[in-house]
T-cell receptor
Framework: QKEVEQDPGPLSVPEGAIVSLNCTYSNSAFQYFMWYRQYSRKGPELLMYTYSSGNKEDGRFTAQVDKSSKYISLFIRDSQPSDSATYLCACHNFNKFYFGSGTKLNVKP | DTAVSQTPKYLVTQMGNDKSIKCEQNLGHDTMYWYKQDSKKFLKIMFSYNNKELIINETVPNRFSPKSPDKAHLNLHINSLELGDSAVYFC??????????????FGPGTRLTVT
């Protein structure tokens, strides 16, 4: 079993939809939770990070962590075609990093 | 200004060859990393250096040898390349080893193809 599991998709939604991306993890020692966006043939770009449980909002993006169920989510409101990319969740504790395999999102105009 | 840069962007080589990938960051970060991303987009950490010292060395064949001449550079040398080494290799950097580690900045990647 991988430390971080993520549905690879692809997920296809119409422009303006609310998108929900999710990951589960197995190690309860993880403290930091990140979401990265990766466009085709580019490096991952950090979108948001959250420490421990709770919500964090940044513009159209909201990251949510539920440590009791070991579940992390990223919500995208009013999705745009420019949001089409692969979204990677990641968990970190001290020197250990674990990434999900990424969910490919396609937002259709 | 490019924050984290890698060269070359593409590398096509034959099995058995030795090759190097270079990485430089101009962010003033203390920690640098090498990741391997396979064809299924799974990103796995290989090495991490903090102030030129190796702090993470995941289960990677010893054909892979990182070298950090200073804290702004982390190069990756690969000996005796194998078909399974074909992947995209990403360099990344962050402010610190622990507290700042979650805020990583990635380079554009080096697409290595071994034939």
């Amino acid at each position: 079993q991988k430390e971080v599991e993520q549905d690879p998709g692809p997920l296809s939604v119409p422009e303006g939809a609310i998108v929900s991306l999710n990951c589960t993890y197995s190690n309860s020692a993880f403290q930091y939770f990140m979401w990265y966006r990766q466009y085709s043939r580019k490096g991952p770009e950090l979108l948001m990070y959250t420490y421990s449980s709770g919500n964090k909002e940044d513009g159209r993006f909201t990251a949510q962590v539920d440590k009791s169920s070991k579940y992390i989510s990223l919500f995208i409101r009013d999705s745009q075609p420019s949001d089409s990319a692969t979204y990677l969740c990641a968990c970190h504790n001290f020197n250990k990093f674990y990434f999900g395999s990424g969910t490919k999102l396609n937002v259709k105009p | 200004d490019t924050a984290v840069s890698q060269t070359p962007k593409y590398l096509v080589t034959q099995m058995g060859n030795d090759k190097s990938i270079k990485c430089e960051q101009n962010l003033g970060h203390d920690t640098m990393y090498w990741y391997k991303q396979d064809s299924k987009k799974f990103l796995k950490i290989m090495f991490s250096y903090n102030n030129k010292e190796l702090i993470i060395n995941e289960t990677v064949p010893n054909r892979f040898s990182p070298k950090s001449p200073d804290k702004a550079h982390l190069n990756l040398h690969i000996n005796s390349l194998e078909l399974g080494d074909s992947a995209v290799y990403f360099c990344a950097s962050s402010r610190g080893e622990n507290r700042g580690a979650y805020e990583q900045y990635f380079g554009p990647g080096t697409r290595l193809t071994v034939t």
